[in-house]
């Protein structure tokens, strides 16, 4: 079974930074990769997915994220963050070969600060 | 940008009771799922349904949960008798075609509390 891990619970940085959110995965075949982000009082909305092809992806609002196969991982960065970033991000993956189910990492909590 | 809304957003319920919880899926869409959160864990699969009928469920999903598509817009959580630990926010979620194919929307959620 396919697994996600978020080391980080939370994140502080300052406007204007640079941020990277950590995700690594574990699964013994080939993976879809997602990014969801939860703003205070909304739903999960979709930042980007990685399904094949080039290893960087870009999505919405500035962020990027890159598929690293031999370390696992698919981790998410923003060269600078602004205050409305601040949100819940929460990484998910899927299994290439079928079935609908994402299984989601614990989030991390990023907090952008002034 | 279309939106996946559900009701209610918050609720209170006894131990034992029965609990509904609605949601309106995105209109043309053909694959609907319910999810789960518990304060301070991880979001957890649930279930997907398309064509009118379960196509995956996880462990959680045992006999005391249901869904239903009542109509042509409703997708429905029933959870029969509620126990503390299904204390949790419930995301309902629909899209058009299975996950590689196109994205899954995501409700604003259905917090449910157990006492």
């Known amino acids: 079974a396919q697994s996600v891990t978020q080391l980080d619970s939370q994140v502080p940085v300052f406007e204007e930074a640079p941020v990277e959110l950590r995700c690594n995965y574990s699964?013994?075949?080939?993976?879809?990769l997602f990014w969801y982000v939860q703003y205070p009082n909304q739903g999960l909305q979709l930042l980007l997915k990685?399904?094949?092809?080039?290893?960087l992806v870009k999505g919405i609002n500035g962020f990027e994220a890159e598929f690293n196969k031999s370390q696992t991982s698919f981790h998410l960065r923003k060269p600078s963050v602004h205050i409305s970033d601040t949100a819940e991000y929460f990484c998910a993956v899927t299994l290439s070969g079928g079935g609908n189910k994402l299984t989601f990492g614990t989030g991390t909590q990023l907090k952008v600060e002034l | 940008e279309p939106e996946v809304t559900q009701t209610p957003s918050h609720q209170v319920t006894q131990m034992g009771q029965e609990v509904i919880l609605r949601c309106v899926p995105i209109?043309?869409?053909?694959?609907f799922y319910w999810y789960r959160q518990i304060l301070g864990q991880k979001v957890e699969f649930l279930v997907s349904f398309y064509n009118n009928e379960i196509s995956e469920k996880s462990e959680i999903f045992d006999d005391q949960f249901s869904v239903e598509r009542p109509d042509g817009s409703n997708f429905t959580l029933k959870i029969r008798s509620t126990k503390l630990e299904d204390s949790a926010m419930y995301f309902c979620?629909?899209?058009?075609?299975?996950?590689?194919?196109?994205?899954?929307?995501f409700g604003e959620g259905s917090w449910l509390t157990v006492v």
């Open positions: 699964s013994s075949v080939s993976v879809y």
């Open positions: 209109s043309n869409h053909l694959y």
């Open positions: 990685y399904l094949s092809g080039s290893t």
């Open positions: 979620a629909s899209s058009g075609r299975n996950i590689a194919g196109n994205t899954i929307y």
